[in-house]
């Protein structure tokens, strides 16, 4: 099968990692930046594409969990930036495309990919007790290299200057869920771009918070 040669995954590889660095260069100028606000959506749709097609072996379970954890993420969101009784007071940007109730569509696959990711990346121990808490851990790193990024390309914004404290908490505890659902499933996940992906993305929030620090 097309997803299990080793020349098509280097390939893609390549595209997604050529994608998020061009990614980089359009957000740092001015002259680009509206062309790749309007790009952003596209990509994390090609993105996520991407990562349930290299998904090897598919059941009916496995499909409604990982829609269950795209939905955690879009409601968890919704309440967010609508009530302020989950990561503080927020309002969200036009970057990330289609809103309902102010809160993007594709937000829910944004929690999604990065989720999908961090269980892969522990395939060996993603069925342990302690799994949940070392997973969320790491979401909530990934967050905090995001969060600087994402608020200075107004993909959101927070209602004070300081990224609030509750904001890191509440990534904690909603991850916390969504690893503990995704370990009492015993959820296989098999895919050899899951953990690029992650890095890709981790790579891409980290060279923009750099590039940002020295405009």
Aim: charged share 10%.
């Amino acid at each position: 099968m097309m997803k299990e040669n080793p020349v098509v995954i280097r390939s893609v590889k390549i595209v997604i990692a050529i994608l998020y660095l061009v990614g980089i260069l359009g957000f740092s100028f001015e002259a680009t930046y509206s062309l790749f606000v309007l790009l952003t959506p596209v990509n994390l749709l090609l993105t996520t594409l991407l990562l349930l097609y290299f998904q090897r072996k598919w059941s009916i379970k496995t499909a409604f969990v990982l829609i269950g954890v795209a939905g955690i993420g879009f409601v968890t969101e919704l309440i967010g930036v609508n009530t302020g009784l989950l990561f503080g007071d927020y309002e969200y940007g036009p970057a990330l495309g289609i809103q309902l109730m102010n809160t993007p569509l594709l937000i829910g696959i944004n929690w999604l990919i990065l989720a999908y990711g961090v269980f892969v990346l522990f395939d060996k121990i993603n069925q342990r007790w302690y799994f949940p808490f070392i997973g969320a851990l790491l979401m909530v790193a990934f967050d905090f290299v995001m969060e600087p990024v994402a608020t200075a390309l107004k993909m959101w914004s927070w209602e004070t200057v300081q990224i609030p404290l509750k904001n890191y908490v509440d990534w904690y505890l909603v991850s916390l869920l969504i690893f503990a659902l995704m370990r009492a499933a015993r959820l296989q996940l098999n895919n050899r771009l899951a953990v690029w992906i992650l890095l890709i993305q981790f790579v891409f929030f980290l060279g923009l918070n750099l590039i940002l620090k020295l405009i």
